[in-house]
């Protein structure tokens, strides 16, 4: 039995004692009949509208899919490696041709006609199941599994949900009574359990849960786990010929391009409201009837009147069973008269009679219980109340002796407090001396370390002096060396400098002299840049060769001249 049973079944009963009494009508009647406007009750729900396009699709594209699993493709390759004899654990015929091509893996002589190699190449053949259309299966799956679970929570979340609100506001007054509810009320259920069993689109939303079901069922095949263990594939996906030969595979490949291409929720949601106001005299009688349970729960607990109201409960009860029976024994009474002019047989007497001891000895068993609780309860009572009174006794003694406590505590205080001052005063005394003779000790130790300073300072000193005497020294060496390498760079830089333009003149009058001779190729080009740079260098370096020739050249020819005018003015003056 389920919440909403239980709850029904109750109210039911609730009514049923409500409705017959007159004091319990007139006050329904009168909170039901009162500020109407004020009643408002409110529910909204949700109605979801589900294409069946891509369902279609889905379901009719799953059924090729597990075909697809069931092929099992896998890749056969081979792992092969030369090991040690010892570690070989079977030969093949790929070891046989291996230890052919390889001779030199036979370092032993072999006794008999055995041949027995120091190593041999092992080949192991492996199915690799990790193939390019397994991983799209798993790829598609996981697409599918996404793709149904967010329209299928979205449409529950939509569909089974309930949203209601209740406002109430009177104020009933009475002779004897003035009560004012303020009632406001909002609830909201999630996945409700009456919405979902009763939903309008149930159909579509089990098949939503079958194939959410069933991808999950294929994911779960030792195939798909094996390619969950290998990197995903990521669009845009490659056709194989598999991909595009093999029907099954074919039909997936179609079933995914038609999922990655689907822009669309796929649903429709349309908000149903429900307003009740006023409610109508049904709705408005129960409503009463709660406000009314609330009034005298409200009464009972502010009063703290339940153990009387369950006494008056349990009295009332044994006056209902005694009057159940006094109707019983008139009953029986006629039934006797009955019997008495044989109006009926002494089976059926004996029947009813069985039946009103049966109801008579309930009696006494209720009647016995509750004799039983009341002498408890007078029990319990006698003895709260004396409990209650050593209680007041023990409150009382309790407060003379926290009384005397608190005057102890004030004098130990007081006590306490004198010896603490005391004792800060001791305290700053002792520390006014140590701080004397501490700063005494501080002051006498800084004096010596001062000292001991100074005299470090002084030996670092002449020690730095003589260390800066020693360096000006090296430095000046060190300044003579750098400036007799200068001038030893700078003759070997002009010596360098006159060989290169020796050089260059040189080779210009290798150029010339070859020319001359005509012993120049016809395939030497200097037209190009680099060719060209280096004639116009050539060229430099000649003409300083001749203008510093020339210039010797030229003081030969006057001291030549020189020489013939002096000669010739002698052989004037001899003749």
Not at 258 to 281: M, Q
Not at 351 to 363: F, P, R, V, Y
Not at 468 to 483: G, P, R, V
Request: hydrophobic share 35%; net charge negative; charged share 35%.
């Amino acid at each position: 039995m389920n919440q909403l049973d239980v709850f029904y079944r109750a109210w039911l009963e609730y009514r049923a004692v409500t409705t017959k009494n007159r004091d319990c009508s007139s006050q329904r009647r009168n909170i039901s009949r009162t500020d109407t406007e004020s009643e408002t009750l409110t529910v909204i729900r949700n109605v979801c509208d589900v294409d069946e396009d891509w369902i279609c699709e889905i379901e009719k594209g799953l059924v090729y899919i597990e075909k697809a699993i069931k092929e099992e493709r896998q890749f056969i390759y081979s792992n092969g490696e030369v090991l040690p004899i010892e570690k070989v654990k079977h030969i093949s015929k790929d070891s046989v041709q291996h230890l052919a091509k390889h001779s030199n893996l036979i370092t032993r002589e072999q006794e008999g006609d055995d041949i027995i190699p120091d190593k041999l190449y092992s080949v192991e053949r492996l199915n690799d199941y990790t193939v390019y259309e397994n991983r799209f299966l798993y790829m598609l799956l996981c697409y599918l599994r996404d793709f149904v679970t967010i329209r299928y929570d979205k449409i529950l979340e939509f569909s089974n949900k309930y949203d209601g609100s209740l406002t109430l506001n009177k104020t009933v007054v009475t002779p004897s009574q003035k009560i004012s509810y303020s009632i406001e009320l909002h609830e909201e259920r999630n996945n409700d359990k009456y919405l979902r069993d009763h939903n309008e689109a149930k159909d579509i939303i089990d098949r939503m849960d079958l194939i959410l079901k069933s991808v999950i069922a294929l994911l779960a095949t030792p195939l798909m786990e094996e390619q969950a263990k290998v990197a995903m594939l990521k669009p845009p996906i490659t056709k194989t010929n598999v991909l595009k030969m093999d029907n099954n595979f074919k039909a997936a490949v179609a079933l995914y391009e038609y999922v990655v291409s689907y822009d669309k929720e796929g649903y429709t949601v349309e908000p149903r409201n429900t307003d009740i106001s006023p409610f109508g005299d049904d709705i408005g009688d129960e409503i009463a009837d709660v406000c009314s349970l609330i009034s005298f729960l409200t009464y009972e607990h502010g009063l703290d009147i339940e153990g009387v109201l369950k006494s008056e409960y349990e009295l009332e009860q044994i006056r209902r069973k005694e009057q159940e029976i006094a109707q019983k024994a008139e009953q029986l009474k006629a039934l006797r008269r009955k019997l008495d002019n044989s109006e009926m047989s002494s089976e059926e007497y004996i029947l009813a009679l069985e039946k009103q001891i049966k109801l008579i000895n309930s009696h006494m068993t209720s009647v016995d219980s509750l004799c039983r609780d009341i002498a408890e309860l007078k029990a319990s009572e006698k003895m709260l109340k004396e409990t209650v009174e050593q209680r007041e006794q023990d409150i009382v003694a309790l407060n003379e002796e926290m009384a005397a406590r608190e005057l102890k505590y004030f004098e130990d205080i007081e006590r306490l407090k004198s010896e603490h001052i005391q004792q800060i005063n001791e305290m700053s005394a002792r520390h006014e001396q140590e701080k004397l003779e501490l700063t005494q000790k501080h002051e006498e130790e800084k004096q010596e370390l001062i000292a001991k300073n100074n005299e470090r300072i002084a030996a670092m000193q002449s020690r730095m002096d003589a260390q800066k005497e020693m360096a000006n020294e090296q430095i000046s060496a060190i300044q003579a060396k750098l400036n007799e390498s200068e001038a030893q760079n700078e003759a070997l830089g002009a010596e360098k400098k006159e060989l290169a333009d020796n050089n260059l003149s040189l080779e210009a009058r290798i150029k010339a002299l070859r020319i001359e001779q005509g012993l120049v190729a016809s395939d030497e080009d200097y037209t190009d840049k680099q060719g060209f740079d280096e004639l116009e260098k050539q060229l430099e370096a000649f003409v300083a060769f001749y203008e510093s020739q020339w210039g010797e050249a030229k003081k030969k020819i006057r001291k030549k001249l020189l020489s013939y005018d002096k000669l010739k003015g002698e052989k004037k003056r001899k003749g």
